[in-house]
Nanobody, 125 residues
Framework: EVEFVESGGGLVQVGGSLRLSCKFS????????MGWFRQGPGTGRQMVSC???????HYADSVKGRFTISSYNAENTVYLQMNSLKPDDTAVYYC???????????????????WGQGTQVTVSS
């Protein structure tokens, strides 16, 4: 059974930082790339970032230079460091896994093989 334990969301002021964590089990990081997507109020899913087990990463244009994804492979954990947060970053953030390889060219934008329950991030102005 695939499971995700997400944490780190919360309420932060504009310009602040948060670090999301996702500990996953039931799948192999070598077979799946990991990442995050978000869904804001009244909006569809948006791919935020992804990482492969060999360290390739990809970011949505809207978060480049502000967000950093990383992983601790030995603990099956993926992190998303979010800096310089803006009100538009307000959303539920979901940890996701997909067999599609994460590369500099991209990752699925709307559909994933597995995803977690999500963690709320609210940026207040």
């Amino acid at each position: 059974e695939v499971e995700f334990v997400e944490s780190g969301g919360g309420l932060v002021q504009v310009g602040g930082s948060l670090r999301l964590s996702c500990k996953f089990s039931g799948l192999s990081f070598e077979e799946y790339s990991m990442g995050w997507f978000r869904q804001g109020p009244g909006t569809g899913r948006q791919m935020v970032s992804c990482i492969s087990s060999d360290g390739n990463t990809h970011y949505a244009d809207s978060v480049k230079g502000r967000f950093t994804i990383s992983s601790y492979n030995a603990e099956n954990t993926v992190y998303l460091q979010m800096n310089s947060l803006k009100p538009d970053d307000t959303a539920v953030y979901y940890c996701a896994a997909d067999r599609y390889y994460c590369s500099a060219y991209g990752w699925p934008k709307y559909d994933y093989d597995y995803w977690g329950q999500g963690t709320q991030v609210t940026v207040s102005s």
